[in-house]
């Protein structure tokens, strides 16, 4: 075997994890990468290796092996919108590792890339990656308790500006048409529930706003409306105003009974309510 077809082979340990399927998917498409490699194909060569990569993403080490190929290949042969993607990627799985500063890296790549191809969509998507990846790391702060006050900060407010940027976007992919409506619904919904968890500890009016917000324009009973109720749950408990988290939860529970909500979120709602008796 070639060097190359050593780093991008999988043995038994780096499979043992996952289930017989996806074990029996990942060597079909090790057989076909390796032929791709042996052609010299660059095109399926990449698109295999992104292949591999997203089922390896629970074991992002594994997969980083994968995304770091389908970049190094797109950047010699593939198009401009192909390294942009690649970007992206690399940007997922290194917050995966809590590689902050890489996935920084390659999350303004990414961002550079869509305004260059002049995609509005992926330009948008690079603004909520980007945030995301400042979230994610402002996060891991608190939670190790690190006393940096000015950086989590700082950190918010970059975050709290590429969602903005990203929710004024949606307007513009409304306005072309760009997106379906209900499309641009879901994304809004989305960065008001991101938007209102940046500034749930510091400012929990704003934050209840926001989720508020996210309430009125998703999905009857999506993921992101459930769980926009139960952070205005949580809130409303940390409140010790019991009569509106029970009020919330009957109009969750409603909501969720009239489509048939799954067994997991009704335990957790279940869980919830009786904390508010």
């Known amino acids: 075997m070639s060097k190359l077809d050593d780093e991008l082979r999988l043995n038994d340990t780096d499979l ?3 289930d017989s399927d996806s074990r029996s998917e990942l060597k079909r498409l090790q057989r076909d990468l390796k032929t791709a490699i042996n052609k010299g194909d660059h095109t399926q060569e990449s698109s ?3 292949a591999i990569g ?4 629970s074991q992002p080490n594994l997969a980083l092996r994968y995304f ?14 192909d390294i942009t993607i690649a970007h992206r990627r690399m940007c997922d799985v290194n917050l995966e590792l809590q590689k902050y500063e890489e996935a920084l890296h390659h999350a303004m790549r990414y961002l ?11 330009e948008q998507r690079a603004h909520v990656t980007i945030g995301r990846t400042y979230y994610q790391q402002l996060v891991d702060m608190v939670f190790a308790d690190e006393s940096d006050g000015e950086r989590v900060d700082n950190l918010r407010k970059l975050a709290a500006n590429h ?7 949606t307007d513009t992919l409304r306005h072309q ?13 989305g960065l008001y529930y991101n938007i209102g968890l940046l500034y749930r500890e510091i400012q929990p009016d704003f934050c209840k706003s926001y989720l508020e917000k ?5 999905a009857r009973g999506s993921d992101i409306q459930q769980m926009a109720f139960m952070e205005l749950v949580d809130i409303a408990i940390g409140e010790a105003d019991l009569a509106q988290a029970q009020k919330l939860l009957g109009t969750l529970i409603t909501v969720m009974t009239a489509i048939r909500w799954r067994s997991v979120r009704k335990n957790k709602l279940l869980f919830f309510f009786t904390k508010t008796r």
């Open 16 to 18: 043992s994890s996952f």
């Open 48 to 50: 295999l290796c992104n």
């Open 54 to 57: 997203s089922i390896l993403i």
């Open 68 to 81: 770091k190929r389908d970049l190094e290949i797109s950047i010699k042969h593939g198009q401009s919108s």
């Open 112 to 122: 550079e890339g869509s305004r260059d191809t002049k995609d509005l969509v992926e």
């Open 163 to 169: 969602y903005t940027n990203a929710l004024k976007l």
């Open 177 to 189: 048409r760009l997106c379906l409506d209900r499309d641009i619904a879901e994304m809004q919904a």
């Open 214 to 218: 996210v309430l009125g324009k998703a």
